[in-house]
């Protein structure tokens, strides 16, 4: 050693198992470290004492029964979401299109609403509902899975894309359709007769959405990891030449998976429209298409872990809302949050994947 | 009357956001880098925009005491700032880190749209105007200052502000540089096989960075062309829209060129408006049909694409995968 | 060789991935004017060792000094600037680049192709390569991105050259070209050191041989004073006898019938040209050829994973009946009730879903089964333990994931979960390559059970020395076509050798 020898200072080396608890407190310290850097974010613009904003926030959600009945309509829509573009995801299929399948779905059942107000009555309608917002959220899902089950056409452009002609069609019928005319917009659809809305259980309006995203939920989870549907689709997923191999017809599941993803998009239409608003904007799926993506991601495509981190998701969202209210700060200060809290979510992967080693600790070790 | 003259340029107005995006978003992905997040980086550049001439025309006693130089370049410097930031951000978390592209990109894009709305919106509100926008026509005057001409010659090619020229001269370097230069070919070899190009003594996470951070600032400048030339300085929430998602559906348009982006932009930026161009008398309903269609040419354009298949008309090949050296 | 200087010498190389130690204090010497054999089993460590001479890894402990001079290697372009140049097993080449912007990648100054492809050609003139400087890499045959790789090291002035298993891809015809290059670059004062695990070509190219097992270091020696037994020894740690065994076929009778099978790949390349040939039950029938000849196509024709032009492939069930595979997908193969099983070349890319456990690979065959929606858990799990057990299967458990393990391992678990349905027809593809002799020969020895219990045998080897001694008949393919089918026993090595460059007359019809 007569010359010094520059070592790097550390390098990167890839994890071999990680217990699943080790991981999880790694991704537990990441959210806690993403809610304090969103304290001092807060606490910056506001000049507020950072606890009082944690309180805000915690208000937001649990303030009242209302908001609490709000947040938990909000999960569960999410969660829904998050439910119907997981099959795909587990496919490597990158859905983004969940706006636009919940737009056609939502289309759908208010066209049902609408057309057949004068003709059938209520149960017919809410049949037909049914029947045609999945169909339509499943056509608007197997269109890209049809041309990359083909082509190998690039999905995650093509479903983006649809969202935007959705979005469209949604605009035409909401001029084609608005009350009062001029208006642009359609308003409360049946507001006087109430035909063509779902039903509200136990006298809670947002229960029956609640009831029937847990059913979706137990759905999703056995048809993926108990059924040979789902089975197919981890293998198409892993390894398209693997699932080949066996004989298992990829373009098939493809498609198949895609009506099934588009499916209950259309099905979260369904709800959005006939139960929570009764009409229907080009807004109404605000931007749960892009947020699901992560959902479902950050509870790495497990649908029992997705109720989790959607809760987390619209906690935050209308904890910061709830800021925006209170110190009279704009309303996309919780997408700001939300940016932030993800940040150090995707980034904590990193530690659960790899590890860091100094040189010179090696050494001495060694 | 299909009024040609006027139509064109205005396609072009529109189209320029759309090329500064879409060479920004190419640069990025010949480096391997899927940046999803380029519709929030648009929002950010135009924001930094927004507040540095804001801040500009606040600081000065009167509006005739403004300088040229600096109402130009306070803005540029602060939406070439804003736009590097998120750059840089992605970077390392998708570098760095090597955290999942999509994911990363999507939240980026929330992130990039909510600052830029949060800022506008504080904005609006500490200049206590009473319509939801803040305008800056002081400075916006300098960014759309065009030769005075009134030609159909001039009207066509010469009635742009700088930042549309210096668009196309970007597109046209990027695509040199791409094709003609070691940088470019290094950056092509990173996107294509990362290992490959470690293995050669390139420095793959540099080029990333400098590729992807690079695109970042050009795709902002698109932002701000947006808000202080064709919007003359008008920041409203939300007015940019979901051109940062039509800049990355004009990438594959343009399978991968800048040069082809030219006049690919411009194409998009006539289909963009040209619902206001067809004839529809009475029936509002039908604009919003016609304004499907850049929506659908691009969803023609991917499927065509695909179904020919081309070796040279493909993606990179290692795009939207992070790269780690001791991969075994 | 006691008065030269080490080009390079590595101390107490130490590396490890995760819980696995690839290399374990490894010393290794390399001198100028000399070929160096590192010899050793697959996971010995030898690639391993080396990625760090290049650049790729970074050591966890050790040293290494370049003509005296200690040095750190931090990337390759460090590797680079020392002179140190690796060509690797899995070519380093970008498809959509030409070969001359492959040579020059990464390089400084400004980009001017038309001197690099000047330098390219004095280059391939001073040592008798043949390359086109404007081709593109995805048009070029194997042995055209090898030369790309070799010129690419010395274009940048190596002068340590290592080359990762250079032949396996290579016609003899070209490994001869191939060796007598790599002297001249000796002979030029050159240090060169080629990872094999070819007995003969260490014995037929080295000076010095260098020998890794369970990377560790376990001695070098000049090759003259060694031979293949002690080399052998010294890789496996015991003595090992290399005969395969070869039971005579009983009852051997038709059971698959190719005829003028012809194969075109997407591109429209013809891979395979009217092949014909049978194949019988209790048999095996080895499948020689240069890597690239068609043989990836025939298995997978008959797999029903392959479009196939023109041509029959007939299963001759014990009655006489026939079935035509041609036009099936793999499971309507199945639904015939032709029990065929497929061990393909990639194992973790094909055969096994790499990131799934045990039980959920052994389900890839058998999840079909029942009327059922729902899948059923248990017998896969059973089938698991079984092939553990049986096989002998190194793993921490059933619910591990399969890439987890290592090659022999993992190929253990490919085979027992093929032969598990008791098929009639087993198709394997390099069924040893990258395994260690151990676990070689525990898959010579399942495929020869297989045989005696009647199951007509496809195996495609790349070992001309293991294909002479398992096979009971060899059909040679070149080009595509056969270009002859002899009997194993007392078939010549240049023969088939011969054979496999070049076709043999009008045979290919016959």
């Known amino acids: 050693m007569r010359e010094t020898v520059h070592n790097p200072l550390f390098h990167v080396v890839r994890r071999g198992v990680i217990p699943a608890w080790r991981a999880w407190l790694i991704r537990g310290g990441a959210i806690l470290l993403s809610l304090v850097a969103c304290g001092l974010v807060t606490t910056a613009v506001t000049g507020e004492n950072p606890l009082a904003v944690y309180v805000t926030v915690f208000n937001g959600s649990f303030g009242t029964s209302r908001k609490f009945w709000t947040l938990l309509q909000n999960v569960a829509m999410l969660l829904c979401i998050a439910l119907a573009v997981t099959p795909a995801f587990k496919m490597r299929f990158w859905n983004i299109g969940g706006e636009g399948q919940v737009l056609m779905g939502g289309l759908a059942a208010a066209a049902c609403m609408i057309c057949f107000r004068n003709s059938l009555p209520n149960g017919a309608i809410i049949a037909l509902m049914v029947v045609s917002s999945i ?67 136990g006298g809670q309006r947002y229960l029956l959405n609640v009831l029937v995203v847990l059913a979706v939920l137990a759905f999703v989870y056995i048809y993926l990891n108990y059924t040979k549907h789902g089975y197919e689709i981890s293998v198409v997923g892993e390894s398209e030449r693997t699932a080949r191999y066996v004989g298992i017809k990829v373009e098939k599941v493809i498609i198949r998976t895609m009506l099934l993803s588009g499916a209950i998009c259309g099905l979260a239409g369904l709800l959005l429209v006939g139960s929570t608003n009764h009409t229907l ?35 935050l969202e209308r904890g910061a809302g709830e800021i925006s209210t209170n110190f009279g700060l704009n309303q996309s200060f919780s997408d700001i949050l939300t940016g932030v809290i993800l940040f150090f979510i995707i980034g904590s992967e990193f530690f659960i994947n790899y590890r860091i080693c100094f040189r010179r600790s090696t050494e001495r070790e060694g | 009357m299909f009024d040609i003259l006027s139509f064109i340029p205005r396609a072009i107005v529109q189209g320029v956001p759309l090329l500064l995006g879409s060479t920004g978003e190419t640069l990025t992905e010949k480096s391997g880098n899927l940046n999803l997040g380029i519709p929030g980086v648009m929002y950010v550049g135009a924001i930094g925009g927004v507040i540095g001439a804001f801040f500009y025309e606040q600081s000065l006693p009167s509006p005739e005491a403004i300088v040229p130089a600096l109402a130009v370049l306070i803005p540029l410097l602060c939406s070439l700032l804003g736009s590097l930031l998120m750059g840089l951000l992605y970077c390392f978390l998708t570098v760095t880190l090597r955290a999942n592209q999509n994911v990363t990109g999507l939240a980026l894009t929330t992130f990039g749209v909510g600052i830029g709305n949060f800022f506008g919106g504080s904005l609006i509100k500490l200049a206590g105007a009473d319509v939801p926008s803040l305008a800056l026509s002081a400075t916006s005057g300098y960014f759309s200052k065009s030769l005075p001409v009134s030609s159909a010659f001039g009207k066509l090619f010469l009635s742009y502000g700088f930042l549309a020229y210096l668009a196309v001269i970007i597109a046209l370097a990027a695509s040199y540089i791409l094709n003609h230069t070691r940088t470019g070919l290094h950056l092509r070899a990173v996107g294509e096989s990362p290992s490959t190009a470690d293995a050669a003594g390139i420095n793959v996470n540099r080029y990333k960075y400098v590729a992807t951070c690079t695109g970042s600032m050009i795709a902002g400048l698109g932002g701000l062309y947006y808000v202080m030339d064709y919007a003359s300085g008008v920041w409203s929430n939300n007015g940019f829209g979901d051109r940062g998602w039509l800049a990355i559906a004009l990438v594959i348009f343009t399978i991968w060129r800048p040069n082809v982006g030219v006049l690919s932009s411009f194409l998009f930026g006539g289909l963009y408006i040209l619902h206001m161009y067809i004839p529809s008398g009475m029936n509002l309903a039908v604009k919003e049909l016609y304004k499907m269609i850049p929506y659908v040419v691009t969803i023609v354009v991917l499927i065509i694409t695909s179904m020919r298949n081309k070796r040279e008309n493909q993606p990179p090949a290692a795009l939207g995968l992070a790269y780690f050296r001791e991969e075994r | 060789m006691d008065n030269k200087t080490a080009a390079v010498k590595m101390r107490n190389i130490t590396k490890t991935f995760g819980p696995v130690v690839a290399n374990d204090k490894v010393w290794l010497d390399i001198y100028r004017g000399e070929i160096l054999a590192l010899l050793g089993e697959n996971g010995s460590g030898k690639t391993t060792l080396m990625n760090m001479l290049s650049g790729i890894y970074f050591p966890d402990e050790g040293e290494i000094t370049i003509d005296g001079k200690e040095v750190v290697i931090r990337s390759p372009k ?40 000047e330098k390219i050609r004095s280059i391939c003139d001073a040592y008798g390569f043949e390359v086109d400087p404007n081709q593109k890499i995805y048009d070029m045959s194997v042995s055209q991105k090898q030369t790309v790789e070799i010129v690419k090291v010395l274009y940048r002035g190596a002068d340590i050259l290592i080359l990762d298993e250079p032949t396996a891809v290579l016609t003899p015809q070209e490994t001869d070209k191939l060796f007598a290059v790599l002297r001249n670059m000796r002979d030029d004062g050159k240090a060169i050191v080629i990872i094999t695990h ?4 260490v014995e037929e190219l080295s000076d010095r041989v260098a020998i890794l097992r369970h990377g560790q270091f376990i001695g070098d020696m000049p090759t003259k004073k060694t031979n293949a037994q002690e080399m052998t020894n010294m890789m496996v740690g015991h003595a090992v006898t290399l005969n395969i065994d070869r039971p005579e076929p009983k009852d051997a009778r038709p059971r698959i019938e190719v005829k003028n099978l012809t194969v075109r790949s997407i591109d429209g390349i013809l891979k395979l040209d009217g092949v014909s040939f049978t194949a019988n039950s209790g048999e095996i029938l080895g499948i020689a050829g240069i890597s690239g000849c068609g043989q990836k196509e025939l298995l997978e024709s008959i797999a029903g994973l392959q479009p196939v032009e023109s041509g029959s492939i007939e299963y001759i069930e014990d009655d006489g009946r026939r079935e035509q595979l041609i036009g099936k997908d793999p499971l309507s193969i199945a639904q015939m009730g032709v029990a065929l099983s497929f ?15 045990l039980a959920d690979n052994m389900m890839l065959r058998s999840y079909r089964r029942g009327k059922s929606f729902f899948t059923d858990r248990k017998s896969p799990k059973q089938l698991a333990e079984d092939v553990v057990r049986r096989l002998d299967v190194n793993t921490p458990g ?3 994931p399969v890439r987890r393990l290592s090659g022999g391992n993992v190929q253990k678990v490919l085979v027992g979960r093929e032969i598990s349905s008791a098929p009639t027809v087993l198709l394997t593809a390099y069924a040893v390559r990258g395994l260690d002799i151990h676990s070689s020969y525990t898959i010579y020895d399942l495929i020869n059970k297989q045989k005696a219990a009647g199951v007509a045998v496809l195996f495609v080897g790349e070992d001309l020395d293991v294909l002479l001694e398992l096979s009971d008949r060899i059909l040679v393919l070149c080009g595509g076509k056969v270009s002859g089918i002899v009997p194993g026993r007392g078939a010549k090595k240049r023969d088939v050798g011969m054979m496999m460059t070049k076709l043999g007359g009008d045979r290919q019809h016959a």
Not at chain 1, 140 to 162: D, H, R, S, V
Not at chain 3, 198 to 201: G, P, Q, R
């Open chain 1, 281 to 315: 904007t080009t807004t109404i799926a605000a931007g749960r298409g892009f947020t699901a993506v992560m959902v479902s991601w950050l509870a790495k495509f497990n649908p029992i872990w997705m109720v989790a981190t959607s809760f987390l998701l619209v906690f």
């Open chain 3, 78 to 117: 460090d590797a680079f600037d020392l002179g140190i140049g690796m060509i690797h097993q899995h070519f380093k080449l970008v498809d959509v680049l030409t070969a001359a912007e492959n040579i020059v990648l990464g390089l400084e100054g400004k980009l001017d192709l038309k001197a690099a492809a």
């Open chain 1, 135 to 201: 169909l339509a959220g499943a056509v608007w899902g197997g269109i890209p899975g049809f041309f990359k089950a083909k082509w190998n056409t690039n999905e995650t452009l093509f479903t983006l894309m649809m969202n935007y002609v959705a979005t469209q069609l949604v605009a035409y019928f909401c001029v084609v359709w608005e009350s009062p005319k001029g208006s642009g917009q359609i308003g409360v659809i049946n507001q006087s007769t109430e035909l063509g809305w779902l039903p509200v259980i």
């Open chain 3, 398 to 400: 059933i619910s591990t």
């Open chain 3, 198 to 201: 070819k007995m003969h070509e």
């Open chain 3, 343 to 357: 061990v393909p070349e990639d194992r973790l890319g094909m055969g096994l879903v790499a990131n799934m456990d």
